[in-house]
């Protein structure tokens, strides 16, 4: 009697193997598919990383996630690291505005409202930033009519607050806000994208200041951010630990040249050294960066061509470690975010890591500080200190851009160890138009075929929360229609 056949096992390819590559392959695990998750470069987790510098664990990317949804702790909780979540230094951030005495124009950031919105114009930490005049103009957005900007399409951030408070709140608050988060221009970001459900709220409440509160207020209790005891990274190690474990086939070094569909099947072909490979697949989830996902997507699809995105920002990071016994009284509370115009300073941010995080200021201990300043935003040119600045110029420009944003004058002899890291096109922005866009490329690619998804932070946005969202959605979404094309299918 002839052996009876065992039917093959469903396997998904997913390209890209950073946070939307391994929370999509982890989801399609737990449906039951096999999973081969290819990364072109030699490591995992995209802009989630980590390295040892002087002596510390830190975070050479990503170091916070947003509070306002549960997604990031209850991934963390699955993953064991529950126990290692915190909440960072309760004083909060400062903003550095133009001005001929850098000292006298920096002030604590208001902490009512999102992105910098205030959600009470008069209050006296708002009215320190933006000045009486501009408190005054912002107070007229209680009893302006809403008009249509709660439903008109392809609103921006910036025209939002201009129109509604004025063009104080805007440069003085939401921007440096903007610029720190999504190294943009408030003016150039899609505000559905980057606040949903802020232009609805504010039609029901009738303005910007209740619906920024309302949002603020939806959230859960607490700082508005959280991190991980030991770093973010723990995250994408986590992860990549329990893929490894549940049988994922990780390979690293892998590029993709291509996917082909032949019926219901697909081949991801790939480059690998000298090598060329064909892999079989029932589905693919592409989990690359823009520009990547349209030109594997191109010739299955040839009308997404046409969104293909235009490159996007880089960003460079300097960290400091340094010993200044000054520093210990946090001039500046957790960082500063710096407004455009600041004379004598290229940084748009600086992240007073020791004073932000009690784990590592009780590593470094006493005297020592761990100081992150970022370079890059929209716009900048080749000329301007960031991606095209050598390491060593860059560092010198960030001892002296963190003496003059804390307040504190510090010497190379003052630093203990330091480096830069890059990350070259890395924060993908919701720029105005970026949810058409998205709805028309999700179209796109569910009307070739239901076995192949897209997703990445160049559709979901910027932060770990919208990566993690969209990457399990559109997993969930894929695995759904393989199971309803296969329905008896082994698993």
Not at 119 to 140: E, F, M, N, Y
Not at 178 to 192: H, R, T
Not at 225 to 254: M, N, P, S, W, Y
Not at 291 to 317: K, Q, S
């Amino acid at each position: 009697m002839a052996q009876e056949r065992v039917p093959r096992r469903r396997t998904v390819v997913v390209i890209g193997g950073g946070m939307a590559g391994l929370v999509g392959a982890r989801t399609l695990l737990q449906r039951g598919f096999h999973v081969t998750l290819l990364e072109r470069s030699g490591r995992f987790g995209g802009t989630v990383d980590g390295r040892v510098l002087g002596g510390l664990q830190l975070d050479s990317g990503a170091e916070s996630f947003s509070t306002r949804s549960a997604t990031v702790p209850s991934l963390a909780e699955e993953l064991g690291l529950g126990d290692r979540i915190v909440a960072p230094d309760a004083t909060g951030a400062w903003v550095q505005l133009p001005g001929k005495d850098l000292a006298a124009s920096a002030q604590p950031l208001p902490s009512s409202g999102v992105l910098g919105i205030p959600a009470d114009p008069s209050d006296p930490s708002v009215t320190a930033v933006i000045g009486r005049a501009g408190a005054l103009r912002a107070a007229l957005d209680r009893v302006l009519p809403v008009g249509p900007l709660a439903t008109r399409t392809r609103v921006s951030l910036g025209e939002l607050v201009r129109t509604r408070m004025g063009d104080e709140v805007l440069t003085r608050l939401v921007a440096p806000v903007a610029g720190g988060v999504f190294s943009a221009d408030p003016d150039d970001l899609d505000v559905d994208s980057v606040a949903p459900g802020l232009r609805a709220t504010m039609g029901r409440l009738g303005s910007l200041g209740a619906a920024a509160g309302a949002l603020r207020q939806a959230a859960p209790a607490g700082a508005a951010v959280g991190g991980l005891a030991g770093g973010i990274a723990q995250l994408r190690d986590a992860l990549v630990a329990e893929l490894v474990a549940a049988g994922a086939d990780l390979r690293t070094g892998e590029q993709v040249t291509a996917i082909t569909r032949s019926g219901a099947a697909w081949t991801v072909t790939t480059e690998h050294s000298i090598l060329a490979r064909r892999i079989p697949a029932d589905g693919v989830l592409v989990a690359t960066e823009g520009r990547a996902a349209v030109d594997l997507l191109g010739p299955a699809i040839p009308a997404v061509a046409g969104e293909r995105p235009d490159p996007v920002p880089g960003v460079a990071l300097v960290t400091l470690i340094v010993d200044v016994p000054e520093l210990d009284a946090r001039p500046r509370g957790t960082g500063v975010l710096v407004a455009r115009g600041v004379e004598g300073v290229a940084a748009k941010a600086l992240t007073h890591a020791t004073a932000k995080w009690a784990w590592l200021r009780d590593q470094a201990g006493p005297g020592s500080h761990v100081l992150r300043l970022s370079y890059g935003r929209v716009g900048d040119t080749p000329a301007d200190v960031g991606l095209a600045t050598p390491d060593d110029a860059l560092y010198r420009h960030a001892l002296a851009d963190a003496s003059s944003l804390l307040g504190v004058p510090m010497q190379e002899a003052d630093v203990l160890d330091w480096d830069v890291v890059r990350w070259a096109g890395a924060l993908p922005h919701a720029s105005v138009g970026h949810r058409e866009r998205l709805a028309r490329i999700r179209a796109l690619v569910a009307d070739q075929s239901e076995s192949l998804a897209v997703t990445g932070g160049w559709l979901a946005g910027t932060g770990l929360v919208a990566v993690i969202d969209d990457a399990r959605a559109r997993a969930g979404v894929l695995a759904d229609a393989l199971d309803e094309a296969a329905p008896d299918a082994p698993m």
